[in-house]
């Protein structure tokens, strides 16, 4: 169902919404009006693999986009592994990796016995050399949720909607015994993300919904529910490295 709306629409939404090619979705009806310019887009498009960096992609063309108030919750959070460690331990990976064989691995054994006995026999542990070695990045994850009331049928609607699509973007295709990957989110807050997080593409992992988010079930006389709460979690498919921070980070 194409969605109308009289109050001008900012440049980043279509001024055209064939809905044979588009899904374009907003809640609520007035989420722009009045000088109201905050709020997240999630965008669809297929999933594209390059294989020359194997990183995920995609094709730029979307499949459908969502327009939601700002989530109740916006939270950036960036996850580094470390791993502690002792310079042992690294020999022993070092060697296990390289295949230095079974005399390389048993003349490490036999010294981190030596050690132990001396230990024991002398009172003295010596120093085993710790260190924090990096392991890699992680993947940002992101929980987003909204509360959704209907003001009216209509609105009722256009969360019935929106949840639908969501599972629609977030379910895969399966053809042949093989699943083709759902559609990745590509999502912006706006109307500014420079004071917030930028974010990159992203697999939707989890979408939940709770049909009585008053606490109680609730219900208007077209039988929709009085409030929706919903949350969807999202699971980025790029790592950011330094060079995705552009040229005015250090």
Request: glycine share 10%; charged share 20%.
């Amino acid at each position: 169902m194409a969605v109308r709306y009289t109050g001008g629409l900012p440049n980043n939404i279509p001024r055209k919404i064939d809905n044979k090619r588009v899904r374009t979705k907003f809640f609520p009806e007035d989420l722009i009006a009045n000088g109201r310019n905050f709020y997240i887009r999630i965008g669809f498009v297929d999933y594209n693999v390059d294989l020359s960096n194997f990183s995920g992609g995609q094709s730029g063309i979307p499949a459908g986009s969502i327009f939601l108030p700002i989530p109740t919750s916006l939270e950036d959070v960036q996850i580094l592994s470390w791993e502690q460690s002792d310079v042992v331990s690294e020999i022993e990976k070092f060697g296990s990796g390289e295949g230095l064989g079974a005399a390389a691995a048993k003349a490490i054994s036999g010294f981190k016995d030596a050690i132990g006995t001396f230990s024991v026999g002398t009172g003295v542990a010596p120093n085993p050399g710790l260190f924090m070695a990096f392991r890699q990045p992680n993947f940002k994850e992101y929980t987003f949720r909204w509360d959704l009331v209907a003001n009216n049928s209509n609105e009722t609607d256009r969360i019935a909607e929106i949840v639908d699509e969501l599972k629609f973007q977030s379910s895969p295709f399966q053809k042949n015994g093989f699943y083709r990957y759902p559609r990745i989110a590509i999502m912006r807050l706006y109307p500014n993300d420079k004071y917030t997080f930028r974010m990159k593409p992203a697999a939707i992992t989890s979408v939940q919904v709770q049909y009585n988010g008053a606490g109680q079930p609730a219900f208007l006389r077209n039988g929709a529910p009085v409030n929706v709460k919903l949350a969807a979690t999202f699971k980025e498919i790029q790592i950011w490295e330094k060079g995705s921070w552009g040229a005015s980070s250090g």
